[in-house]
C-alpha cells in the first residue's frame, strides 16, 4: 500500500507539473507518433493510464500555455516489427509526425523470429520516418533469461546498434526499474508479460529523458 501510495503521490506531482521545468516548444514537433505493439497499447489495463497517455499529460502540464503537440498513439498489441514497417508509410502519410517513438521487436523475439530481419526492420522504419522529416526514438527491449544468454545478449544488441546506424535517439530499456527489480512480479499482470497501470509512470520515466531533447 504504501509503495501504491508514494508512486502514485510522485505521478500527480509530475502531472501537476511540479516536478516539471516548463518546455520551450514553439519552435518543436507538433506532433508524436507511437508505434509501438501492447507494451505501449495500454494491453489489460484501464484507458488513459498507460505511458502514452500519461505522456500526453505530462506534455500539457509542462507549459503554460498547455503544449499543442499532439499525442498519437498508433500501437496494437501484438504487433511485430513487419507490421510496424507496413503500417508506417500510411501513418507518416496522414499525421505527418515530428518525433515518431519506435516500441518494437519484443513480439518477434517471443515469436522465435529473425533478429537480423527484426534490425533489418527497424531500421528501414527508422530511416522512412527521417526521410519524412521526423526524429526518431527506438526504444530498446530485453528477453527474460530462459530464452538463452547467447539470444538475449543478441536481441538487446540491436536496439543500440540500429540507433547508431541511423543517428536516432534511444531508450536502452523500456522496463528499467519494472522488470529488473526484486519484486518485479508486483507490477506485472497475471500473464507475466505485460506492466500492470502501477508500472507505467516508470515506464514513462525510462521514455522522457530520451524524449524530451527531441521536443526543443
Known sequence: MIRRHIIRTALGLALSGLLLPSLSLADGPTSILVV?????????????????????????????????VRVVNASISGDTTAGGRARLPALLEREQPGVVVIELGGNDALRGLSLEMTAVNLTAMTQAAQKAGAQVLLVGMQMPPNYGASYGQRFEALFPQVAKATGAALVPFLLKGVADRPDALELFQPDRIHPKAEAHPIILSNVWPALEPLLK
Do not use: F, N, T
Not at 484507458?47 to 503544449?67: D, H, I, N, T, Y
Open 36 to 68: 509501438g505493439d501492447s507494451l505501449s497499447a495500454e494491453y489489460g489495463i484501464a484507458r488513459g493510464s498507460g505511458w502514452v497517455a500519461l505522456l500526453e499529460k505530462k506534455l500539457a502540464a509542462a507549459q503554460s500555455p498547455p503544449s499543442p
